[in-house]
Nanobody
């Protein structure tokens, strides 16, 4: 199971850190990803990290502003979001993938958290 938290209402330019706590002994072997879905839009890829944390991948829209990281000892993946923009407003979902090759599309992930709302006001 995945439990996302850390969302909230912030102003443009502010920062937030999302957390996703995972249960299960195999967390450290999974690719972890963050996706987001804005009202009326499809779910889109935000970031992903390999099982070791050695490689990270980002959507162009967040590159340089967001940082994904993981702590396998705590079974937790994080998304540090800086310089937030109103267009970052969405429900953010964490997801896990039972393979070691990163995927950047929703069907590539096997388990999903419940989502946490991020709202950025201008």
């Amino acid at each position: 199971q995945l439990q996302a938290s850390g969302g909230g209402l912030v102003q443009a330019g502010d920062s937030l850190r999302l957390s996703c706590a995972a249960s299960g002994r195999t967390f450290s072997s999974y690719v972890m990803g963050w996706f987001r879905q804005a009202p009326g839009k499809e779910r889109e890829f935000v970031a992903a990290i390999t099982w070791s944390g050695g490689s990270t991948f980002y959507a162009d829209s967040v590159k340089g502003r967001f940082t994904i990281s993981r702590d396998n000892a705590k079974n937790t993946v994080y998304l540090q979001m800086n310089s937030l923009k109103p267009e970052d407003t969405a429900v953010y979902y964490c997801a896990s993938r039972r393979q070691r090759v990163v995927a950047t599309t929703s069907p590539g992930y096997d388990y999903w958290g419940q989502g946490t709302q991020v709202t950025v006001s201008s």
